[in-house]
Nanobody, 123 residues
Framework: QVQLQETGPGLVKPSQTLSLTCLVS??????????WTWIRQPPGKGLEWIGY???????SYNPIHRSRTSISRDTSKNQFTLQLSSVTPEDTAVYYC???????????????WGQGTQVTVSS
C-alpha cells in the first residue's frame, strides 16, 4: 500500500524558491502508469493542479505556473520534489503530493494523497 508524505519548510519569503519533497513508501515512483503529482489549495479556495512527473520521468506543468515550476525525482530515494521559484503571498497554500492513475487532475477520493503541508509565503 503506497504512502506519501510531504516535507519541506513551512515558511518561505517572497521572491525565494519554495521547495518540497514527497517521500514515497510502499510503491516505486517508476511503476508503470502512475503520475506523481503536486496539487495545492490556497486558503478558502479550491484545489489547483501544479504538475506531475510520470513514471518514465516525463513532466507536465500547469501553464499558469510553468515558468516558475520544476518537478524532479530521485529514484534511488524513491521521492520526488517540487520547486516553485519567485514566490509571492498568493502561493500560500496547503501543498499535496498525489499518486494519480492518469494525467488528469486527481480529485479527492481518487489516487493516493499525502496529508498535505502548509506553506506560507510571508516576509
Amino acid at each position: 500500500q503506497v504512502q506519501l508524505q510531504e516535507t519541506g519548510p513551512g515558511l518561505v519569503k517572497p521572491s525565494q524558491t519554495l521547495s518540497l519533497t514527497c517521500l514515497v513508501s510502499g510503491g516505486s515512483i517508476t511503476t508503470n502508469n502512475y503520475y506523481w503529482t503536486w496539487i495545492r489549495q490556497p486558503p478558502g479556495k479550491g484545489l489547483e493542479w501544479i504538475g506531475y512527473i510520470g513514471y518514465s520521468g516525463s513532466t507536465s506543468y500547469n501553464p499558469i505556473h510553468r515558468s516558475r515550476t520544476s518537478i524532479s525525482r530521485d529514484t534511488s530515494k524513491n521521492q520526488f520534489t517540487l520547486q516553485l521559484s519567485s514566490v509571492t503571498p498568493e502561493d500560500t497554500a496547503v501543498y499535496y503530493c498525489v499518486r494519480a492513475g492518469s494525467r488528469a487532475t486527481p480529485a479527492p477520493g481518487f489516487g493516493s494523497w499525502g496529508q498535505g503541508t502548509q506553506v506560507t509565503v510571508s516576509s
